[in-house]
């Protein structure tokens, strides 16, 4: 329902030492909401290595934070077939719990139910910065949330269908409204705008 603005600084900004990404209600454009998405596209990108970072998530039904990543090159195919990470995904009428999925060819909500995905309930999610991560290796994925690893998702080998994550990826901070997932349960309209911190994010290479 949002309308990604461009360098808005009504809805992408820093301060006090945090990046804010703040949704608003303020028919933008066309748009009965304005939000912020910023990535490293063409910036930085990264094959393997821990990308994580702090954050204190937005509440609210309708909210819809999210901290992933997509390969560089998007032209290489379509979605979901070069692949997915959802390092973390929240949505405001779930306050408290946290999911990680991988999307790929093989297995996503597109042709099947079964999703390489798993949750994490963290309370005060929405109260206070909490640590989310990924530890990315040639054969697996460990993901974590305030250093508790909630999820293993391994290569078995079957080629790019199963694992295409072979390849550099660059990372992506946004705040949705609604949406298929976020709006699933509603959109509360009187709690705007909602914002997005983040303290860090912080890519450590494989040893």
């Known amino acids: 329902m949002q309308n990604y603005t461009d360098q808005r600084p009504e809805n992408v900004g820093v301060q006090q030492g945090n990046l804010i990404i ?3 209600k303020d ?3 066309g748009y009965d909401y304005s939000s912020g998405r910023i990535n490293t596209q063409g910036l930085a990108r990264w094959k393997y290595g821990r990308i994580e970072a702090r954050i204190k998530l937005p509440s609210g039904r309708g909210t819809w934070p999210a901290f992933w990543m997509l390969p560089d090159d998007l032209q290489t195919g379509q979605w979901p077939d070069y692949g997915e990470i959802d390092i973390m995904e929240h949505v405001g009428y779930d306050p408290n719990i946290m999911v990680s999925t991988l999307h790929t060819k093989d297995v996503n909500h597109t042709v099947n ?3 390489n995905r798993a949750n994490i309930k963290v309370d005060g999610a929405v109260d206070s910065f909490h640590i989310y991560a990924v530890e990315w290796f040639p054969d697996h994925m460990d993901f974590y949330t305030d250093g508790n690893k909630f999820y293993t998702f391994t290569n078995t080998g079957k080629g790019a269908g199963s694992w295409p994550f072979d390849k550099p990826f660059h990372i992506i ?7 298929v997932w976020g709006g ?3 959109v509360d309209e009187s709690i705007w705008p909602r914002q997005m911190l983040v303290d860090y994010v912080r890519v450590y290479n494989p040893k």
């Open 184 to 186: 699933k349960k509603g």
């Open 113 to 115: 139910v079964k999703q």
């Open 22 to 24: 703040k949704a608003r």
């Open 173 to 179: 901070l946004n705040l949705a409204v609604g949406g």
């Open 27 to 29: 028919d933008f454009n």
